[in-house]
């Protein structure tokens, strides 16, 4: 129960009497459980007061630079791809102009175009399995504190037993607060591990956001990916 964790032992000749539920009024001596149901629901209202706007903001910032990052690991990947591409259709062109005086046969063009956009296809989903992996690495990173014990604005809050809570108190500079971005994140970010050995993602100093756009506009961090697997057949 939720105001009966503290009580002293009475003086000599003193009954003791302990209030009855603040909720149901039933004796204290049932110990019902609506005092402690009631503290949870308070704890459950003011968490998403207070701190729902923090979980906000933390979000919004893991979300906006894992996008980010899968985006241009995205595009390095098909930056690899196209250029294997392009060398396939050299080779094929060599061939055709060696021994036959002539073009690629247009089937054998298609069918370069059709490994291309599987490969393609292949490099997007292998980018978006990522996500866990980066989204964990993000969240790392974000710092929240607590205030010390000793700390006067915790030791003698501005609430008064008798006469109920007085003004709202400031916010505590440095408190249990948003996420760790900006330029004071940008000097730490490249110094903490990913967690349980993963190696971190390539990261680079910070910019304005942007919310990612279309395939054709995927562009942010220069990170360098491990190379596709090569699909192409081996030179005639």
Same mark, same amino acid.
């Given at each position: 129960?939720?105001?009966?964790?503290?009580?002293?032992?009475?003086?000599?000749?003193?009954?003791?009497?302990?209030?009855?539920?603040?909720?149901?009024?039933?004796?204290?001596?049932?110990?019902?459980?609506?005092?402690?149901? /009631? +503290?949870?629901?308070?704890?459950?209202? @003011?968490?998403?007061?207070?701190?729902? =706007?923090? *979980?906000?903001?933390? #979000?919004?910032?893991?979300?906006?630079?894992?996008?980010?990052?899968?985006?241009?690991?995205f595009?390095?990947?098909?930056?690899?791809?196209?250029?294997?591409?392009?060398?396939?259709?050299?080779?094929?062109?060599?061939?055709?102009?060696?021994?036959?005086?002539?073009?690629?046969?247009?089937?054998?063009?298609?069918?370069?175009?059709?490994?291309?956009k599987?490969?393609?296809?292949?490099?997007?989903?292998?980018?978006?399995?990522r996500?866990?992996?980066?989204?964990?690495?993000?969240?790392?990173?974000?710092?929240? /504190? +607590?205030?010390?014990?000793?700390?006067? @604005?915790?030791?003698?809050?501005?609430? =008064?037993? *008798?006469?109920?809570? #007085?003004?709202?108190?400031?916010?505590?500079?440095?408190?249990?607060?948003?996420?760790?971005?900006?330029?004071?994140?940008?000097?730490?970010?490249?110094?903490?591990?990913?967690?349980?050995?993963?190696?971190?993602?390539?990261?680079?100093?910070?910019?304005?956001?942007?919310?990612?756009?279309p395939?054709d506009?995927?562009?942010?961090?220069?990170?360098?990916?491990?190379?596709?697997?090569?699909?192409?057949p081996?030179?005639?």
């Amino acid at each position: 129960m939720y105001t009966r964790d503290y009580n002293p032992k009475p003086r000599k000749g003193v009954v003791r009497m302990d209030p009855d539920c603040a909720i149901c009024h039933a004796p204290a001596s049932l110990a019902c459980e609506c005092e402690a149901k /009631s +503290l949870e629901v308070a704890v459950r209202q @003011a968490e998403s007061r207070m701190m729902q =706007s923090i *979980l906000n903001d933390i #979000r919004s910032w893991v979300r906006a630079h894992a996008q980010d990052y899968i985006l241009e690991y995205f595009r390095l990947l098909t930056e690899r791809r196209k250029a294997a591409h392009a060398q396939h259709l050299d080779r094929l062109s060599a061939h055709s102009y060696h021994y036959y005086h002539a073009p690629p046969h247009p089937n054998e063009i298609a069918a370069a175009q059709a490994q291309l956009k599987r490969g393609i296809d292949e490099d997007w989903q292998a980018s978006v399995q990522r996500y866990p992996e980066v989204l964990e690495y993000f969240y790392s990173l974000v710092e929240l /504190s +607590l205030p010390d014990d000793n700390e006067p @604005a915790v030791k003698d809050p501005p609430l =008064s037993a *008798l006469s109920g809570p #007085r003004n709202k108190p400031a916010r505590r500079p440095g408190a249990a607060t948003t996420v760790a971005s900006g330029p004071s994140l940008a000097t730490h970010e490249r110094d903490l591990p990913l967690p349980r050995g993963r190696t971190p993602p390539p990261l680079e100093p910070p910019r304005e956001r942007r919310t990612p756009g279309p395939r054709d506009r995927r562009q942010s961090y220069r990170g360098v990916p491990p190379p596709p697997p090569s699909y192409y057949p081996p030179p005639y």
